[in-house]
Structure formats: C-alpha cells, structure tokens
C-alpha cells in the first residue's frame, strides 16, 4: 500500500507546511494550520477523450495560430457579456466571488437560464427544489438548462459525460470534494484539487466553466491564492445588501479588460441590468438640500454620476466623530485636514458624516471635490444649487489635480441636463460647443468661492 502523504495547510492562508505550527507565518493567523492528505491513491480524475489523448504541442507562429474558433459565447446580458470581454471564451474558467447572499447564485442561474446552449448548473448548496423555485422568481423558460445537486467531482464529470452540456456552472467551488483527497470539502487541498480536475475538464473540451467561489471575512476569495492564479477570470460581485444596486467587475480577465464593470439591480423577480446607472443613482428632487453634492466619477470605462451627502454638526463629545460609507474614511480625514488648513473651517469641532447613495463604494479620486464641496455645504448649511456638478482629485495643499477622460464626463454630466461642472484649470479640455458651462478651478478657496455667494 502507498504511504498516505500529507501536509499542513493555513486554512487562512492557504500556506503550506511541512510540520504543524501554532501560528502561520506568512498570515499571521492562529490555530489555522491542519494536516491534510494531500494524496490518496492514485490519481485518475478527468479521463481524458481519445481525440485529445495523443496530442503534443507544437511550437507555431504568432500569426499562423489560429483564432477564430475562440468566438465567445453570448450570454444573452449586456452587463456580463460587457465584464468578460464580450462574452465566454470557450474552454476558460471563470470565477465569480462575492459576500454571502449578495447575488452570486442568482446571477448564474439567470445566465444558464438565458443561455441558447446545454447548460449543466450544478449545486452544492441547494436542492432542486430549491434551484427550481428561484428559477421561478426569475421567471424565464429554458429547455436547455439542466440541474444536478451533486458535490463529488467524480459523479459530476460522469453526468458530464452522459449530458455533454456546452456550458457548466458549479455553485460553489467549496462544497466539492474530490475522492482522491481524503480532507473535508472546502479544504486548501481539496479546493486545489477540484480545480485542477475542472481545468483539466475545461481546456481537454473547451467547455467554459463558472465557478461560484465564497470569500472570508475581509473579501478575499476563500481558499488558496493559487486558485485566483489558477482560473482565467476572477469577478466580484459586490455592493451593499440593504441597497438594491450590485455592481461586477472583472479583478483578473485573460480575455479582456478589467476596466469593465457590469451594473445590476437586485428585485423581486431576479436581477435586472441597468444601462443608464447616472440616471438612477441621483435622486432628481425639487427643493436644494445643503450638504449634497453630485460628483461625476468614472468606474471602469463608465461615466457614474453619484450623489455625495455630508453632514457637519458640532461636536458633542471631546473627540469629533467621522464616519464614512462608501467612501475611504482615511481620505475622508485627509480631506478635512485640507480643508482646516486651506480654507480655514474650524472643522476640528465638528462631526462630520458621509454618505455615497446606493450603496456604491468609489474608489475613483474624482470624487474628493464632490467631498469637499458637500461638507462645505453642509457646514454654512447652504444648499449646492442642484445643477452642478464636480468631478476633481484635492491634493494635500488644497490644490485641485486633473482627472483622467475628463471629456467624458463633461459629456455624461451635459447628457443628464446639468448646467455647471467643475473641474480643475489644469485638464486639458478639447471639448466644445457645450452646453453645460465648465468652471475651472485651482484651488478649494476657488470652489468655495463660487458655492457660498
Ligand atoms: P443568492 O443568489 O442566494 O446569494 P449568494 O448565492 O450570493 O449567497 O441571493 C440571495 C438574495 O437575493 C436573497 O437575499 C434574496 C435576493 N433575491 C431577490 O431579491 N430577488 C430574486 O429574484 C432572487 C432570486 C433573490
Ligand atoms: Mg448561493
């Protein structure tokens, strides 16, 4: 009999080790390593077909490969096709990450279900039953979408067999298990193995696979590093789960860019693409409140444009408080550190809170003028007149820094009927005949100057 060989894993981490420790070294994290047996018996996981057993890969030319047969597959979503690249590429793996009940398993099973091709959706995580009941709520009809509720690779690759699906999804990586690693389900090694076995699977018969994949607690993928190394494409599905707005965005792409980003809105009957996201995320009232500012931020190759919300109030306690959602509370401090020196607000008595709407988080530095101004607003309460926009970096001696495709922006901000943007002297702009007027500023005693008349 073989010798059972094992390892020692960080189920945190994902670092192996020859010998328990108390501690990992490379997370840091306690009480995290366990042995694992890495090896069975012999392996013999996806059995490769008798077309590709002999093949042998022959060094070709760049030019002489051939492309053509990688046509992506369409999935029937504008936002999604828009993430990948322009659709599935055959035979690639892709992995959609994201917090718990964010959407993940909604999201593909509404794509297997508006997919023209044999899709084979299988579940660890929910019965039939239950599959069938939410394919309800989405309320789409499809011949050709099969569910298997199976976590053994092995049982899997042979309905695989039986069914030939064009497409499969497995909801999630973490619940299989393979039979040629004997640890629990969800293990480093067992995480590892599974996706080898899929690989292998995926390139042999170019069949695109999507995995669901689960993150820990500070929004990794859980598992392994390596399996984000391993996978052509890594998505995030992400957003805040009281608001109704999820965004996808691509962390890793192969295929394509990962500027892209795909924008959904969660409702009662399945997810629903959203094409025109500005008009949504800005609340279009009639009276002008103090403290609200819209900023035009660009997220991936997409002009957004976000309502900022600021309250300043004096402090009651020693301390002032700050608190930020959606927004880096380490840069929100920055800010009004700038805004103390420069613009000589005593904002070191004051709480000050902040707010992006819909739940979004930006990490687009645009938004700092949009901050500034709204906290400014806020402060004097009073109200930003409610057809301006910003769209500027604050640099740390108050200075206003020029933002990139500043054009489009301007551009979305006319098309959604604002009348004035701001943003700083030093863009270069080539756009003209607006009918949006463009402020120029250079400094934050600029922008006050023009808010507070
Ligand atoms: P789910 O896809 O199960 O999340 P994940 O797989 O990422 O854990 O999403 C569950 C949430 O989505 C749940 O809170 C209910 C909500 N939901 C809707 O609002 N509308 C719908 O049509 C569906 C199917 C789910
Ligand atoms: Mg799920």
Avoid at 95 to 105: D, M, V, Y
Avoid at 248 to 254: D, G, I, Q, T
Wanted: with cysteine; proline share 3%.
């Amino acid at each position: 009999m073989a010798k059972v060989k094992t390892t020692y894993f960080c189920q945190n981490c994902g670092s192996q080790y020859p010998k328990w420790q108390g501690q990992c070294s490379s997370c840091k994290q306690w009480n995290s390593i366990v042995e694992e047996v890495v090896q069975k018996m012999e392996k013999k996981a996806w059995k490769s077909t008798t077309t590709v057993k002999n093949r042998v890969s022959k060094p070709l030319r760049v030019q002489d490969i051939d492309a053509s047969e990688e046509a992506r597959l369409n999935t029937y979503d504008a936002e999604f096709n828009r993430v990948l690249g322009g659709g599935i590429v055959p035979g690639s793996l892709i992995l959609l990450g994201g917090e718990p009940g964010i959407g993940k398993s909604t999201l593909l099973l509404q794509v297997s279900l508006n997919l023209p091709y044999k899709t084979l959706y299988v579940s660890g995580e929910e019965s039939q039953k239950q599959i069938k009941m939410r394919a309800q709520r989405i309320n789409a009809n499809n011949e050709m979408c099969y569910i298997l509720t199976e976590t053994k690779t092995q049982h899997i690759f042979k309905q695989i067999e039986v069914l030939e699906p064009e497409v499969v999804i497995i909801d999630s990586i973490q619940t299989l298990h393979s039979d040629y690693i004997e640890t629990s389900a969800g293990s480093v090694s067992q995480i590892k193995e599974c996706t080898t076995e899929l690989i292998k699977f995926a390139k042999e018969t170019a069949t695109p696979v999507l995995l669901i994949g689960h993150i820990t607690k500070d929004g990794h993928i859980a598992g392994p590093k390596i399996l984000e190394h391993m996978v052509d494409t890594v998505l995030q599905f992400e957003g805040d789960r009281n608001h109704v707005f999820r965004i996808l965005r691509a962390h890793k792409n192969r295929f394509g860019s990962t500027n892209e980003l795909g924008i959904y809105e969660m409702q009662g009957s399945g997810l629903r693409e959203v094409s025109n996201p500005s008009d949504i995320l800005i609340s279009k009232k009639d009276e002008e409140l103090s403290g609200n500012a819209v900023a035009v931020t660009l997220e991936g190759m997409r002009p957004l444009l976000i309502e900022v919300q600021a309250l300043v109030s004096t402090a009651v306690y020693g301390t002032p408080q700050r608190s930020a959602t959606g927004f880096n509370a380490k840069r929100l401090n920055m800010l009004l550190a700038v805004l103390e020196k420069r613009a000589g607000f005593r904002l070191g008595a004051k709480d000050v809170f902040l707010n992006i709407t819909g739940g979004i988080n930006v990490d687009d530095p645009a938004i700092d003028l949009a901050v500034v101004a709204a906290i400014l607003s806020s402060n004097e309460d009073e109200a930003i007149q409610k057809d301006y926009c910003f769209a500027g970096e604050v640099g740390l001696s108050g200075e206003i820094r020029p933002v990139q495709r500043v054009e489009q922006r301007i551009l979305e901000a006319e098309k959604l009927g604002f009348a004035t943007i701001f943003v700083s002297k030093y863009n270069k702009i080539s756009v003209k005949n607006t009918n949006i007027k463009i402020q120029l500023v250079s400094k934050i005693e600029d922008v006050a100057g023009h808010l507070m008349v």
